[in-house]
Antibody, heavy 116, light 113 residues
Framework: EVQLVESGGGLVQPGGSLRLSCAASGFTFSSYWMHWVRQGPGKGLVWVSRINTDGSSTSYADSVKGRFTISRDNAKNTLYLQMNSLRAEDTAVYYC?????????WGQGTLVTVSS | DIVMTQSPDSLAVSLGERATINCKSSQSVLYSSNNKNYLTWYQQKPGQPPKLLIYWASTRESGVPDRFSGSGSGTDFTLTISSLQAEDVAVYYCQQYLRTPRTFGQGTKLEIK
């Protein structure tokens, strides 16, 4: 069974940093592009970032470019999102997702709250 | 960026009746090499992650009830629930996964009338 388990969320002050992790199991992690998607309180789904299979290519939403860094460790079957210079508008549930031909398989999400 | 626009924003349908949600993309999401539309539909219930319902615009994911169907090609797509059940109350999103950035529709909230 495919499983994606996010961790690392929490309360952080504006300007602070957090690193999210997503532990993958039940599939060959190194064969799939991986994504981060976020959802603000009461809001819709917003794509944040993606990384290719070996980590050599990444893309970011304009809203996080230069502040967030996506990475992966295929030996540990883990996806990461390093978030720096956090703002109140980054408050959201962050989902990791596996992308295949059939679209996304989603994790349960981890809540990030940016507040003083 | 490909902009995805859903209509309506909210919808109230009686139990057993048909529900129809539309999704329009600003550019075609048809991949000419394999003639597949890279368009998915997700269902999200409160406090849960989205769940994949339909991929390639019209292929139902394994385990999804056959009252859910998807149609359309190019830039215009539809999700239809043929006979609404109480457990279908949720927010529904379309997404294109042909181009980066991947983009979602704004969501359609489906309720019971």
């Amino acid at each position: 069974e495919v499983q994606l388990v996010e961790s690392g969320g929490g309360l952080v002050q504006p300007g602070g940093s957090l690193r999210l992790s997503c532990a993958a199991s039940g599939f060959t992690f190194s064969s799939y592009w991986m994504h981060w998607v976020r959802q603000g309180p009461g809001k819709g789904l917003v794509w944040v970032s993606r990384i290719n299979t070996d980590g050599s290519s990444t893309s970011y939403a304009d809203s996080v470019k230069g502040r967030f860094t996506i990475s992966r460790d295929n030996a540990k079957n883990t996806l990461y999102l390093q978030m720096n210079s956090l703002r109140a508008e980054d408050t959201a549930v962050y989902y990791c997702a596996r992308e295949g031909d059939r679209g996304y398989i989603w994790g349960q999400g981890t809540l990030v709250t940016v507040s003083s | 960026d490909i902009v995805m626009t859903q209509s309506p924003d909210s919808l109230a349908v009686s139990l057993g009746e048909r529900a129809t949600i539309n999704c329009k993309s600003s550019q075609s999401v048809l991949y000419s090499s394999n003639n597949k539309n890279y368009l998915t539909w997700y269902q999200q219930k409160p406090g849960q992650p989205p769940k994949l319902l339909i991929y390639w615009a019209s292929t139902r994911e394994s385990g999804v009830p056959d009252r859910f169907s998807g149609s359309g090609s190019g830039t215009d797509f539809t999700l239809t629930i043929s006979s609404l059940q109480a457990e279908d109350v949720a927010v529904y999103y379309c997404q294109q996964y042909l181009r980066t950035p991947r983009t979602f529709g704004q969501g359609t909230k489906l309720e019971i009338k």
